[in-house]
Structure formats: structure tokens, C-alpha cells
């Protein structure tokens, strides 16, 4: 009794009277009956920021179909397209109409257009208090929003001159550009009340950089760390060989942006040694691919191979240092170089010698072939000394562990990128990590603990090299949850052309995940209880091409990595999938190919293709069914108990 009447002394000073206890019940009470927000769920958009940012700003196709449920047949096809567009690209919009209406016309059109966008911002502000929308609008327009939004949903006759007074007066001072931009803004942040990213904001495409730059002022998201993103945190923690990795795969895609521009890394040390070293070398097999790659003349595209086979190889010499400290990672097959017979340009692997593609290893001692050379050290300590002191680089890292996990568990759904490591039986696999063994949802708190060690541990310590060391192996470890696979076949990919050898042989995890059983069992280790409740997750593609579908486990697991990546996209036969979950059920959203904004602009095409209702429930939900209504509750019951204190005179 003393404690609970310590606590409510507390919580008095923010309630200090039985009316203002009562009024925050009343408030908090109100809340829980208002409908559930919709949360929008992505996965592994790796730099793809044009197809993001028309994926956030269209809601998935929300906005076009709450468009289509206000207006209906009263408005045509391409008008309701245009309205679209307007919503989505204000500022980028405003300016092709301007240049087709004519002044008097155009009048007659901010009219219009304005009156429609009330419209739809009503309507998507039905799910929360005028407390919560006020604070989402512009300061500048706050009192005419309100007004109009207040007085479109009354519907009194008598208020008609007042709100067309509005309306004229913003057109007549100039200002209907800029009130247009605020409501459409305000549209997208009311449209979506949370973002989930299931993992790989970086890695093949141009811009991850840029979708950090978007979420840095987004209004509410989170991401569960995928492996693309753990390579670049290790990165920017020091790890060189998380650094060799992530130089690798942008050398790979011709990606260069996203390290000169994006985070000022200066390749200058890495193009003069690849230009030395490797000047009478065609690099033939590292030429890099892709969009960015097309667009490179042919000295270009020898520079970047010449760049992209130096990095490589310094990778493999990176790698094995942590691997012979680490014995208790298992991947000493991973160490290959000193397999390979550097006169007859072969390799043999587990008693099968197979000719190596390219066989000129100019930086590679066949007596101590994982030593770097004096060059290669200097290379990779000033790459790895600019990834650690850049500052937009910190920013970026800073908002993806304060926004960001291994996993979440939000409304009765679990997300994780990748996997649950598991055995051939179906039970939790374990890792040893620095002499204990951990499983399930054990495994995973750890893995959290070490990756935010192995960034915020500022003492140069043993405790902080095992982290780094840890984050690699999250990259590329065969119990790592993000990757899950027996191994990560970089070198058999560059250098041997037998297929077979290629391979990598996904866990237990992507066999079982079609047990709706195992789903469950999983479910109920990281405490997800109740109906419905599901798995969400991404890192591998979903094959539509060849009939795979993206609900797996009798509507248990949702798999929704339907490839953002263009690379992906010839494989999956699409350009993403999105999950959309509001007061009245799940919706998966299969996307097309995003072919530009400035296209999406012009032509008002949208990249919506299909969406496939996966769950619709009889009983709408509101607010007090989420996790933040368990909280709510909680808050009211406390409040509650104040009153009673207030009232028997326990508390003043």
C-alpha cells in the first residue's frame, strides 16, 4: 500500500485535482473507442528511394482508395487520378497544372481542387482526436484546417458563405499553392499512423542514404535490422571487415553515390592502389551490374572492376583474421585462398578440383596468402577511418538504433527480418556466444545486447572487438537469424563456374515456415498470444513467377519481400510486396515495377497492381484492441485508484 501510495503522489503532480483526473480519464476513455490505426508494413528495399517514397507517399493505395470511396462515379477516371497525384507530388503537380490552366480557369480550380482535398482530409481524420490532428497540421494553416475540416463534417446550410469565404480569401492572397502543399502533407501523415521496415534499407540500390534522410522526419517508424543494414553498422563501428563488405557490394552494383555523396567515404586511396595493382588486369568477371553500371563508358567500367576485385580480395583477408580468432563461429570453410594451386589457376574443394575463372592474383603471396599487403593496409585502415568519423554516416546509424531492433512484437504480429534459426526437428537452434548457449527469443535479446556494444562501447576493449566481430558474423554466419544460411558462397560466385558449387543452403527456418504448427510454437516463444496473430517478415523473395505464394502457413506467416531490388525483380516477377493492416483486417499489396517519379508525376501512374485481402474481421477494431490500448487501460485503471485516494482524503 505504501508503494502504490508513492507512485499515485507521483502521479498526482501531473493530475493534482479529481477534476483533472477525471478529465485525462474521460480523454483516454474516448480514445480507446476511436478505430484502430493503420499500420504499413515494407521489407527490403535496398536504396530503392524513388519506389519507397511513392510507396509512403500513396499509403500503398489508401489514399487512392479512400479517393475512390468518397468520390466514386461522381468524379471521372482521370480526375480522380489527377486528385491522386496532387496528394502524393503537391509541389511537383501544382506546377504542370499551372502551365495548362489558364488564369481564370485556374481560379475556378483551386476552388474545386481545395474543396476535394477537405474532403479527403476529413475523411482521414475520423481515426483520431482533434488534439492529435491539430498537432500533425502546419502551425501557419492550424486555425483555417481546423475550421474547414470542422465545418465540412456539419454539413450546416447556413455555414456555406463562411466556408466559401475561406476558400476565396486563400485563393484571392496568393496563397492556395501553399495551403495545397500543407493539406496534401497533412493527407499522407494522417493516412498512416505507424511505418514498419522488416529489414535491408541498404545495399545494390542508389539511395538508402536518402530513405534515411526521408525517415529521419517521418512521423512514426521502426526497423527490424536486416543484414544489409548490419554490414554497414559493423562498418560504422570499426569493423574492417564489415567495411571491405560493404565497399564490395557498391563497387559490385557501380554504387558509388551512396559513399561519395552520401557519406563523403573518399575511394581515392582505393582507385589509386586498384589502378597499381591491378593496371594490366581486364577484371573481366568483377565488371560491375546494374542501372548505375549501364550508364559507365568502357575506361569507366575497367576502373570499377579493377576497384570491385581489389576490395574483394582484401575481404577474404579480412575475414579470415576474425574467423581464426573466433573458432567458435564454424566457418573455417570459409578460408579458401590457401586451397587454391596459384601455378595451375585451380581450386579444390572437398576433394573436387574445379578451374578458377580468373587466376591473376596479384596481391595474393601463394606462401602467406592471408596476408595484406603494406598497400592494402593502408587502403582499408583510411576506408574504415572514414566510415567512423562520418558524421552523416553517425546520424544515419543513431536513427536506425533508436528506431530500430532485431525484432518487434506490435498488435499481436512478430517481425524479423530473415529467420528463426532452427533444427531439422523443428526445435530452437542454439549458438554458443562467449560460452553460453541461447535460443528462440534468448538468442535474439542477445544478438540486440552485442550489435548496440559493438557501436556505443567507447573503450577499446576485448568485449568490443568480439562485438564487431559478432556483427560480421550476423552478416554472413550460418546461425546468424538475419541470414540463415549454411554459408555466404562470395568466393565460389566470383570464381567457379560449376553451379552446384555456388550454393548456399538456406536453414531449417525455409523449410519448415509452411507448419503452421512451428509458426505457432514461435509465436508463443516471443510471447504472441491470441486470434489472429501472424509472423511478418522478408529477406527472401517471393518466386510469384513460379506460382509461390507470400501467405505461408495456413495465413501464419507473411512473407512480404517481393522485390523492391531491380536485380530481384526478373526473378520475382514483380517490384514488391506491402502489407497494410487496419481497424478491419490485413491487406497485401503486390506492386509493379516503379518505373520513375517523374513518370508518376506526368502520367499520374501509379504503381498499385493487386491487392489481396488476407484477413477481414466481422468486428471492427478500435483503438483499445492494440498494444497501445493495453497501455491506455493500465493508464485509466491507475488514474482510477488516484481518485479513490483523492476522495478518502489518502492524498491531498
Known sequence: MKRDLKYLQLLAKSFPTIQAASTEIINLEAILNLPKGTEHFVTDLHGEHEAFQHVLKNASGVIKRKVEDIFGHSLREAEKSELCTLIYYPEEKLKIIKLREKEKALHEWYKVILMRLVKVCSNVSTKYTRSKVRKAMPQEYEYIIQELLHESKSGEANKHNYIT????????????????????????????????????????????????????????????????????????????????????????????????????????????????????????????????????????TRLVAQMHKAITIMQFKLEYEIISRRPEFGMDDRNLLHLIDYKKGVIVLDGKEYPLRDDDFQTIDPENPYKLTPEEERVINRLTNNFVSSAHLAKHMQLLYSHGALYLVRNSNLLFHGSVPLNEDGSFKTLNIQGKDYA???????????????????????????????????????????????????????????????????????????????????????????????????????????????????????????????PYQAETGIAGYTLIYNSYGLRLVQHEPFESTQVAIEQGKDIISETIVVEFVEKRKFV?????????IDQIDDLKQLLVAFRKGQIR
Not at 483499445?624 to 491506455?632: A, S
Request: proline share 4%; hydrophobic share 40%.
Open 624 to 632: 483499445r484492441d492494440t498494444d497501445i490500448g493495453k497501455k491506455l
Open 440 to 566: 528462440g527469443k534468448a538468442l535474439f535479446d542477445k544478438i540486440d545486447q552485442i550489435v548496440r556494444q559493438a557501436y556505443f562501447e567507447t573503450e577499446k576493449s576485448a568485449s568490443k572487438q568480439f562485438a564487431q566481430d559478432f556483427v560480421w558474423y550476423l552478416w554472413c554466419g550460418p546461425v546468424s537469424p538475419p541470414f540463415d544460411k549454411n554459408r555466404m558462397a562470395t568466393f565460389e560466385r566470383y570464381f567457379l563456374s560449376d553451379k552446384e558449387a555456388q550454393k548456399e543452403h538456406k536453414g531449417w527456418y525455409n523449410i519448415h515456415k509452411n507448419n503452421k504448427e512451428i509458426c505457432e510454437k514461435i509465436l508463443a516463444e516471443f510471447g504472441v498470444e491470441g486470434e489472429p496473430s501472424h509472423i511478418i517478415n522478408g529477406h527472401i523473395p517471393v518466386k510469384t513467377t513460379k506460382g509461390e505464394s507470400p501467405i505461408k502457413a495456413g495465413g501464419r506467416l507473411l512473407v512480404i519481400d517481393g522485390g523492391y531490388s531491380k
Open 165 to 300: 469565404a475561406i476558400v476565396e480569401t486563400i485563393i484571392s492572397t496568393g496563397r492556395a499553392d501553399h495551403f495545397i502543399i500543407a493539406i496534401c502533407n497533412l493527407i499522407q501523415r494522417l493516412t498512416i499512423d505507424s511505418l514498419h521496415i522488416i529489414g535491408d534499407i541498404y545495399d545494390r540500390g542508389p539511395g538508402a542514404h536518402i530513405i534515411l534522410d526521408i525517415l529521419e522526419n517521418y512521423h512514426n517508424w521502426d526497423v527490424q535490422w536486416g543484414n544489409h543494414d548490419l554490414v554497414w553498422m559493423g562498418a560504422a563501428a570499426g569493423s574492417k571487415a564489415c567495411v571491405a563488405n560493404v565497399v564490395r557490394m557498391c563497387s559490385r552494383y557501380a554504387n558509388f553515390k551512396i559513399l561519395e555523396e552520401g557519406y563523403g567515404i573518399n575511394l581515392l586511396p582505393l582507385v589509386t592502389f586498384a589502378m597499381d595493382a591491378y593496371g594490366d588486369d581486364p577484371c573481366t568477371i568483377f565488371r560491375p551490374k546494374g542501372a548505375d553500371a549501364e550508364g559507365l563508358n568502357p575506361k569507366q
